[in-house]
T-cell receptor
Framework: DGGITQSPKYLFRKEGQNVTLSCEQNLNHDAMYWYRQDPGQGLRLIYYSQIVNDFQKGDIAEGYSVSREKKESFPLTVTSAQKNPTAFYLC????????????FGQGTRLTVV | KQEVTQIPAALSVPEGENLVLNCSFTDSAIYNLQWFRQDPGKGLTSLLLIQSSQREQTSGRLNASLDKSSGRSTLYIAASQPGDSATYLCAVSSNTGKLIFGQGTTLQVKP
C-alpha cells in the first residue's frame, strides 16, 4: 500500500535527551513536512523539504533538526534545546509543494518524562 | 500574515441532520484549500481539495465550496452519521508553499 509511515507511535523522552522521529513515504512525493499539534493551537509547521538534500525552517524550528538524504525519508530530531517537546507530531508529503494535495501520516505522540 | 479561522469550535447534532462547517481566511491570495478529517489520536485524512480557480468539490455526502473573494469556505455534510464524528480541519496553501491550518471544528453526531 502507498502511504506515509511514522514511527514510533508513542515515544518517551527524558529531560536532556535527543530523540528522532521517523517518517517514510512510498508515494514518490518530492515534498515532505513536519508539523506539531498542541491542544487548542492547531498545526504548526516545524520544517519542510521540497527536494532531496534541501530543507527550510517553518514557523517553530527552534530546538528541532531534520535531514533529507533520501527522497522517501525525512526524520525529525527533537533536541534538548526544545524546552516544551511534549506534543503530537505529524509528517506530511505532497507531489511537489503544498499547492498540491497533502497526505499525512498517523502521527507520533512524544512525552517528556 | 494569513490566518485561518473555523467556526464553530464544536458542534453536536442528531443523526440524519445536514450540517455546515465554516472556514474563513484573511488573505484571498491562496492556491488551494483543503479539508481534512482527524479522529482522536490519529493523523489527518484528506477529504477534499479545492483549487483556487474552482468553486466547489464533491465527494459522496461531502460538498466543499470556496469563495476566494470573501475569504470563505464551507464544508457541507449531508445526512450525518455517528461515524462522521471527528475533528474537521481546513487549511489554505499560500504562495510560500506552506499549508496554514485553522484550529478545527469538533463534530459529534448523536445516534
Amino acid at each position: 500500500d502507498g502511504g506515509i509511515t511514522q514511527s514510533p507511535k508513542y515515544l518517551f523522552r527524558k529531560e536532556g535527551q535527543n530523540v528522532t522521529l521517523s517518517c517514510e513515504q512510498n508515494l514518490n512525493h518530492d515534498a515532505m513536512y513536519w508539523y506539531r499539534q498542541d491542544p487548542g493551537q492547531g498545526l504548526r509547521l516545524i520544517y519542510y523539504s521540497q527536494i532531496v538534500n534541501d530543507f527550510q525552517k517553518g514557523d517553530i524550528a527552534e530546538g528541532y533538526s531534520v535531514s533529507r538524504e533520501k527522497k522517501e525519508s525525512f526524520p525529525l530530531t527533537v533536541t534538548s534545546a526544545q524546552k516544551n517537546p511534549t506534543a503530537f507530531y505529524l509528517c506530511a508529503s505532497s507531489i511537489k509543494n503544498m499547492n498540491t494535495e497533502a497526505f499525512f501520516g498517523q502521527g507520533t505522540r512524544l512525552t517528556v518524562v | 500574515k494569513q490566518e485561518v479561522t473555523q467556526i464553530p469550535a464544536a458542534l453536536s447534532v442528531p443523526e440524519g441532520e445536514n450540517l455546515v462547517l465554516n472556514c474563513s481566511f484573511t488573505d484571498s491570495a491562496i492556491y488551494n484549500l483543503q479539508w481534512f478529517r482527524q479522529d482522536p489520536g490519529k493523523g489527518l485524512t484528506s477529504l477534499l481539495l479545492i483549487q483556487s480557480s474552482q468553486r466547489e468539490q464533491t465527494s459522496g455526502r461531502l460538498n466543499a465550496s470556496l469563495d476566494k473573494s470573501s475569504g470563505r469556505s464551507t464544508l457541507y455534510i449531508a445526512a450525518s452519521q455517528p461515524g462522521d464524528s471527528a475533528t474537521y480541519l481546513c487549511a489554505v496553501s499560500s504562495n510560500t508553499g506552506k499549508l496554514i491550518f485553522g484550529q478545527g471544528t469538533t463534530l459529534q453526531v448523536k445516534p
